[in-house]
């Protein structure tokens, strides 16, 4: 296929990390509303994550057989689907009010952007030449830094209405008391789910009637054929590749790290930097802003300088502003969390696209154990957030976590990504 005709299919393919940025970076602000809602404390809280991001460990593999027994759009098109209804689950998850429930939905919701994520990241490597495809990564992830600063910005600002009272604290003269205040808390979450679930919707359609050229084997087979060879569906083989194996370390620790500090951001702004909802939120704007800055500043930097020297360096600047958050703590840690974010912006696709470097025909294998590394957010931040809880008078000490993390992408970007098998 000519460079020309990837124009077109890539355009929509960005528009995937634009969509799953803005719902994984609700997550912050539903953490945050949920506190309130359902009475939970931080750590209680941040099972949020482990509710969405758990399905990123169970189904990356289901998925790729999925597609690689149909294909990529087949995938995308369910996956917007799923996502849509999870979205939607919100109105009677509003009635029901119990924690459990929205457990579930965030369930649902990363099942469906999942498909997408398991799709658009190899999608985007192969539609162009090899050699540019850690840049291609990068600008296509640079949609998701816009999708992440609108969820940030502007979508938290219609969950958080800058009020957070407890049984004791509510005024004894608040119209309709306790239950009054706690549904029009649970209320505010419904709007952004809604425009999130129709904007999924509209985008499937888009997909159902546009043509998206097929890459790799999909679809190379008869479906009797792919149900006799449904062991070679996955290759466990590709973890044979020692570039793809430190590659899988490094995502599941990145990933842990980076949402260590992003579920936590708005907790820490309002708990222990003393700030109210609507100054969190603004800083929780400019903190995605800083990431969305990093990926496109990235992404012209890497035309001159190396992806893994810059992984390396980048890393190594977020070893150095963990130190200033756990010396520091309070809004000098802030201000070091809004840097932490420009560096961190990318992590996630150079190491990805460094992973699945000459995997050939095992690249859908290869994105799949990828993905699947996204459970370092199931398990990291809720250790972050049980060291932040069980010691508030040194809750900064707590960011030692996303230290450790960053010292193994590090690593990755000097050693780790050397193809040498």
């Not at 399905?55 to 098109?77: H, T």
């Not at 708005?266 to 704007?285: M, Q």
Request: aromatic share 16%.
């Amino acid at each position: 296929m000519k460079k020309n005709t990837y124009t077109i299919p890539l355009a929509l393919v960005f528009s995937l990390f634009f969509l799953w940025a803005i719902s994984s970076n609700l997550l912050p602000t539903m953490i945050r509303q949920l506190m309130k809602t359902c009475e939970l404390n931080t750590f209680e809280a941040s099972f949020t994550e482990t509710a969405y991001w758990l399905a990123y460990f169970i189904f990356p593999i289901p998925i790729a057989m999925f597609m690689k027994r149909y294909s990529y759009k087949a995938g995308i098109i369910f996956g917007l689907i799923l996502a849509a209804i999870g979205g939607l689950l919100f109105f009677p998850a509003a009635i029901l009010k119990e924690y459990w429930a929205y457990l579930c939905i965030f369930f649902i919701i990363a099942t469906g952007m999942c498909f997408l994520e398991t799709a658009a990241n190899p999608y985007v490597t192969v539609l162009g030449a090899p050699e540019t495809a850690p840049r291609r990564l990068n600008l296509a992830q640079s949609f998701n830094g816009l999708g992440a600063f609108i969820a940030a910005m502007f979508l938290s600002k219609l969950i958080l209405s800058g009020t957070h009272y407890t049984r004791e604290t509510l005024p004894v003269d608040y119209p309709g008391g306790w239950q009054a205040y706690i549904q029009l808390e649970t209320d505010a979450m419904k709007l952004p789910y809604l425009i999130l679930a129709l904007l999924l919707i509209a985008i499937a359609i888009v997909f159902v009637f546009s043509k998206l050229p097929k890459i790799g084997d999909e679809g190379a087979a008869t479906s009797s054929e792919k149900l006799d060879k449904k062991e070679k569906l996955i290759d466990f083989g590709v973890l044979k590749h020692s570039h793809l194996r430190w590659g899988v370390i490094a995502q599941f620790f990145y990933n842990g790290g980076q949402t260590a500090i992003n579920s936590l951001f708005l907790v820490y702004c309002c708990t222990y930097a003393g700030l109210p909802e609507d100054t969190a939120t603004t800083f929780f704007g400019l903190y995605m802003l800083a990431f969305l800055l990093g990926r496109w500043i990235g992404t012209g930097l890497m035309v001159k300088f190396r992806p893994q020297d810059m992984l390396l360096i980048y890393a190594l600047m977020n070893i150095l502003l963990c130190g200033v958050v756990m010396i520091w703590g309070g809004m000098v840690g802030l201000y070091a969390m809004l840097a932490i974010s420009f560096f961190m912006s990318i992590m996630y696709p150079t190491q990805f696209s460094l992973a699945l470097k000459g995997l050939g025909n095992q690249t859908k294998s290869g994105s799949a154990f990828l993905v699947m590394a996204i459970v370092g957010n199931a398990c990291l931040p809720q250790l972050t957030a049980y060291f932040m809880h069980a010691n508030e008078h040194i809750y900064y000490m707590a960011y030692c976590v996303p230290m450790i993390c960053f010292v193994f992408c590090a690593y990755y970007g000097w050693k780790g990504y050397k193809v040498i098998d």
